[in-house]
């Protein structure tokens, strides 16, 4: 568990920039398998992991992420295709993005934004 003093500063400046409503809950630095990842706990279910280079990789909510967050064509496909829902969770694999739906339904992106497919597992 972090204190504040060691939570770095550009995860702290990210949080102020896209979640400045929110407070920090609960941070950790975790190691596994020579990984090192950092997990934010945000007030209102928020959850964000960002990767050694403090970079963010994963954010989830139980409520719509802002568009701050999400690169412009995977905003664009779901106003396009599911103008009805919004995005609650957003994850950088290790070649490609996926979204959650607030309908559960997960989406699938190339790097560039590209759609690839809808993710039914």
Known sequence: ILTDEQIPTEIKTYIQTHFAANSIVKAEK???LGIITYDIYLND???LEFNETLAIISIESLTQLPNSVIPQPLLNYVASNYPTNFITDWEL????????????????????????RIDND
């Not at 694999?93 to 690839?116: A, K, Y």
């Open 30 to 32: 975790e190691t596994e």
């Open 93 to 116: 694999e290790l070649n490609h993005q996926q979204v959650e739906l607030n309908n559960n339904i997960e989406l699938e992106f190339q790097m560039n934004g590209d759609f690839i």
């Open 45 to 47: 279910n928020l959850n």
